[in-house]
């Protein structure tokens, strides 16, 4: 079953100067419902957000062609065009944006072999920059919401992951950077699923809440978006030491007590010893984490894709996160209801999950563990539709 730590890099290359979020999967094998590997994906655009038209609803689908490794973003027919230095206009941006249809639902196409994002602005187009990278090739930088001196940051925006390629269609909702749009996925194929919307009045649910507690408050940027954690920490929204009392917490509890952690290849135990959580089965040991790492999923609990200590990072993250591992030896925890309790605990990603109809969200970057991140799969895609769905 393909997982976050068998993720495609592609993205990584193509923000440039912008951190990749919750980026989607390729799966490793292709079963016999494979689609040919040229073959397009109709996109269907659904504009269902009460507050704007379709000609104020601005489409980008970028990425990166899996075949060349080439930056690349697509038209209305899913053809695909390499990024040029040349796109940048007179105002040194470049205008990738695909107006929607003026009236119903817009029908698009998702390219072959590519993994990227469709993005979606409203009211006003994004400010993509055609820049050459560190080998000299040109690459896109991305709009980064998060970023208070981003070209973009006054423009209401979000977007969608997607791998698309032989193997079938991987794709996501992701809050991982931030939340803005409400945004859901059908996904029809094999079967029909769907994932990303909220429930009524969700959106607003959420802004009201973070703007609810002192430290998440400043999270919150006019109706435009909630910024994550971690980039809050990174602009000074966010106090960088959050969680430090739960880390602390835990490390002194797994100093004379083991934790259990399984993964999809076993479980290992491991306990504090000299500052470090040590595992057997050749897991490498854990420095304790800040609490920009918890948020992040990085730094010590960084998660090589090694399908050795990855899985366990993956897993300690999501249990500090979701503030279960004081109170469960045995993680991951798989019970939603145990989810986020006290006063410390990641209140971003506990609005997005009570607010999500289906209970799923991509609030921080290994989300999926034990399966909660809004992604879906199908190995014989024949469509996929994306909603933008109403602001209440």
């Not at 890099?9 to 094998?29: D, R, S």
């Not at 009211?123 to 930088?141: I, P, R």
């Not at 193997?167 to 809050?175: D, K, Q, Y």
């Not at 506990?350 to 799923?360: E, F, T, V």
């Amino acid at each position: 079953m393909p997982n976050r730590r068998t993720f495609l890099h592609g993205m990584a290359v193509a923000l440039v100067g912008a951190p990749i979020g919750a980026a989607v999967v390729a799966a490793q094998t292709s079963g016999g419902g494979a689609r040919a590997a040229d073959a397009a994906l109709p996109l269907t655009v659904v504009n269902h957000t009460g507050r704007f038209g379709n000609r104020e609803i601005f489409c980008y689908i970028v990425g990166t062609d899996l075949a060349t490794g080439h930056q690349v973003y697509s038209g209305p027919d899913g053809g695909v065009r390499q990024v040029s230095l040349s796109d940048n206009g007179s105002g040194g941006f470049a205008d990738l944006s695909i107006p929607l249809s003026a009236d119903g639902d817009t029908k698009l196409a998702i390219p072959a072999n590519m993994s990227g994002r469709v993005y979606f602005s409203l009211g006003e187009k994004l400010k993509f920059k055609v820049v050459t990278d560190g080998a000299g090739n040109a690459a896109l930088q991305y709009p980064a919401g998060w970023v208070e001196g981003d070209p973009s940051f006054a423009v209401l925006h979000d977007f969608v992951e997607f791998t698309h390629n032989s193997a079938g269609m991987f794709c996501n909702t992701t809050m991982v950077d931030m939340f803005g749009v409400p945004l859901a996925l059908t996904l029809t194929g094999a079967a029909n699923q769907r994932t990303g919307g909220l429930v009524p009045g969700g959106r607003d649910a959420i802004f009201r809440g973070l703007a609810a507690i002192r430290e998440f408050a400043p999270l919150v940027v006019d109706d435009l978006r909630v910024i994550a954690p971690g980039h809050g920490i990174e602009s000074g929204r966010f106090p960088a030491t959050y969680f430090d009392s739960v880390i602390g917490a835990v490390w002194d509890k797994y100093a004379s007590a083991p934790l259990t952690v399984s993964t999809g290849s076993g479980s290992v135990t491991g306990q504090v010893s000299g500052g470090m959580f040590r595992f057997g089965g050749g897991v490498a040991p854990f420095a304790m984490p800040t609490t920009r790492d918890v948020f992040f999923c990085d730094g010590a609990l960084a998660a090589p894709n090694d399908g050795v200590t990855g899985p366990v990072a993956a897993v300690l993250g999501a249990g500090f996160n979701r503030t279960t591992l004081l109170a469960n030896p045995n993680q991951p925890g798989t019970d939603p209801a145990s989810f986020y309790q006290g006063q410390v605990t990641n209140h971003y990603a506990r609005l997005l999950h009570q607010n999500s109809a289906d209970g799923k969200a991509y609030g921080f970057p290994f989300d999926d563990v034990a399966g909660f991140a809004s992604y879906i799969q199908d190995t014989a895609p024949s469509s996929l539709t994306v909603e933008l769905s109403p602001f209440q």
